[in-house]
């Protein structure tokens, strides 16, 4: 079992910009891909992010494209999201994920189905 806890929500205005942090219980944190995707209100869950194991690929959702940057640090097992150039669209709870299935080489997944464990939860709220 592996336990995934967020941090760094809150309410930021438009422009601005916050970091997301994600804390992993895993002992082989630097085997998992991670991945980052949100739900605002009345919508599905949607993949903004995610990181191979070692950090050397990344992969983004084209709504997040050069705003948003993704890394790791797998000496202290979290990953981060830092978000720039916030919009009132990206309001919306952010998950972090755990791809447990992840083996160096392989293509990142970007459905909520490719990942196994998942944080919380952390409120992002974006004023116009």
């Known amino acids: 079992q592996v336990q995934l806890v967020e941090s760094g929500g809150g309410l930021v205005q438009a422009g601005g910009s916050l970091r997301l942090s994600c804390a992993s219980s895993?002992?082989?944190?630097?085997?998992?891909?991670m991945g980052w995707f949100r739900q605002a209100p009345g919508k599905e869950r949607e993949f903004v992010a995610a990181i191979s194991g070692n950090g050397d690929n990344t992969y983004f959702a084209d709504s997040v494209k050069g705003r948003f940057a993704i890394f790791r640090d797998n000496a202290k097992h979290i990953v981060y999201l830092q978000m720039n150039s916030l919009k009132p669209e990206d309001t919306a709870v952010y998950y972090c994920?755990?791809?447990?299935?992840?083996?160096?080489?392989?293509?990142?997944?970007?459905?909520?189905?490719?990942?196994?464990?998942w944080g919380q939860g952390t409120q992002v709220t974006v004023s116009s």
């Open positions: 994920a755990a791809d447990v299935s992840y083996y160096p080489g392989r293509y990142l997944s970007n459905v909520v189905y490719g990942y196994t464990y």
């Open positions: 895993s002992y082989t944190f630097s085997d998992h891909a």
